[in-house]
């Protein structure tokens, strides 16, 4: 048995690295067996474009999609805010889950989209930039495994729509891999730091509010069509958070200060 076998004893995760030309055999569909088994106990944690696409779906302000649909952990040990999916009071059952299958499918999150493929973002040390790959997930339950079809799972990302999930959240995993190939030698972060990733990360509405602040437009120097894209793409919001956050905690400066105090008083 290899070393990683040995430290997944009792992990449904294959403990093999895939590539997006994998061939994996899975099909899920109505007419299996265990329809619906999968979203009656789940673990899902959630990414800003989740958040951004339920939002939009049940017509719910980020406060209230925050608050029905939602539980804070931590996501490490320097208290990283997270948010997962809320389930029933009395099981792990998804609340979205209906007789028919998932009540949201065209906007389920990332993590639904993509089982039982396992997304793996990764950062060589030395590296720029991080490499995705995957992992197959098998679980008893699940019987799609057994299914005669073979798929790439580049193709199995295609037939699941996960491209723009991926987008628009590629920012956010940087920031967390960053923060943690840099934890140590920056230390703790601070509660402001983690106040403003869960902002950027979570709460659009909050985000919006806090961008369009008669404080933040003295310190930023925006030109018109920016702060008129912020007001209405909520992707676009979204990127500008994770620019943000990579200003204000690493120093990387792409979004321009004015000269002055307010400017000053921002860059710190
Ligand atoms: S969101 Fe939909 S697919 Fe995901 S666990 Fe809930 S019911 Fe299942
Ligand atoms: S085949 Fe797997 S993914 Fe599909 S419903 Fe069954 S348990 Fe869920």
Redesign the pocket.
């Known amino acids: 048995m290899s070393q990683i076998e040995q430290s997944l004893p009792q992990s449904p995760v294959q403990p093999q690295q895939l590539t997006d030309q994998t061939v994996i055999q899975?099909?899920?569909?109505p007419g299996?067996?265990?329809?619906?088994?999968?979203?009656e106990q789940i673990d899902i944690t959630l990414t800003p474009y989740d958040l951004l696409r339920l939002k939009r779906r049940l017509d719910l302000t980020s406060q209230q999609l925050l608050a029905a649909y939602t539980v804070p952990f931590e996501m490490d040990s320097d208290g990283l805010p997270g948010v997962k999916l809320r389930t029933a009071d009395d099981s792990p059952r998804c609340l979205f889950l209906t007789d028919q299958g998932c009540g949201i499918y065209e906007d389920r999150p990332t993590a639904c989209r993509y089982?039982?493929v396992g997304m793996l973002s990764l950062r060589k040390t030395g590296s720029p930039v991080d490499e995705q790959s995957y992992a197959l997930v098998r679980?008893a339950?699940?019987?799609?495994?057994q299914?005669p079809r073979r798929i790439t799972i580049a193709d199995y990302r295609k037939e699941q729509q996960v491209e723009a999930f991926d987008t628009h959240s590629r920012g956010w995993r940087q920031l967390i891999l960053k923060k943690k190939s840099t934890g140590p030698k920056v230390g703790k972060p601070t509660a402001r730091s983690l106040q403003l990733f869960f902002l950027a990360s979570y709460n659009l509405d909050g985000l919006r509010e806090f961008v369009f602040s008669d404080g933040f437009r003295a310190a930023y120097d925006l030109d018109d069509a920016t702060w008129e894209t912020l007001r209405s793409d909520d992707g676009a919001l979204l990127e500008f958070g994770y620019r943000l956050q990579r200003q204000v905690l690493f120093g990387e400066e792409t979004i321009p200060l004015r000269q002055g105090p307010a400017g000053d008083t921002a860059a710190r």
Not at 26 to 29: E, G, I, Q
Not at 141 to 145: E, K, Q, V
């Open positions: 899975f099909r899920c569909h299996v067996a265990c329809f619906n088994k999968c979203c089982y039982p679980e339950h699940c019987l799609g495994h299914e």
